[in-house]
C-alpha cells in the first residue's frame, strides 16, 4: 500500500534547528534502507495553482493571501498496513514535535 504524506507547516512556525535535520536525516535512512520510504522532498512553499475551465488552462502563481498553511513537503512511503503508516508517523512527529499532515493512499 503506498501513500502520499504531505506535511503541513504553518506561516508563523520556527525554522527548522541543526538538530531536527540530524534526527530526520536518520529517521529517512532508516526508513529507504527498510524498503519504504519511495521519495521524499521539501516543496516551495508559494507554488502554483493550475486551473482548466472550458478548456482553457489558467495558472496563477503563489502565495495566496488566503493561505495559512502551506505543503512543506512530501514522502511517499510504500507500507504492509496502515498501522505501520501510523507508526511511521508517530515517529515522524515525534521527531518534529507534532504538525499536521494529509495522507491520501496512492493507487495503481
Known amino acids: 500500500?503506498?501513500?502520499?504524506?504531505?506535511?503541513?507547516r504553518d506561516e508563523n512556525e520556527a525554522?527548522?534547528?541543526e538538530k531536527l535535520f540530524v534526527e530526520m536525516g536518520k529517521f529517512v535512512e532508516e526508513l529507504s534502507a527498510a524498503g519504504i520510504l519511495v521519495a521524499t522532498g521539501g516543496l516551495d512553499p508559494d507554488g502554483m495553482l493550475m486551473t482548466v475551465k472550458d478548456g482553457e488552462l489558467t495558472v496563477t502563481d503563489g502565495p495566496y493571501a488566503e493561505a495559512k498553511e502551506t505543503v512543506g513537503g512530501f514522502a511517499l512511503?510504500?507500507?504492509?498496513s496502515k498501522d505501520e503508516l501510523e507508526e511511521i508517523a508517530r515517529r515522524f512527529f515525534a521527531i518534529t514535535?507534532?504538525?499536521v499532515s494529509r495522507?491520501?493512499?496512492?493507487?495503481g
Open 77 to 80: 512511503v510504500d507500507v504492509r
Open 15 to 17: 525554522a527548522p534547528d
Open 1 to 8: 500500500m503506498r501513500y502520499m504524506m504531505m506535511t503541513m
Open 97 to 99: 514535535g507534532g504538525g
Open 103 to 107: 495522507v491520501h493512499q496512492v493507487f
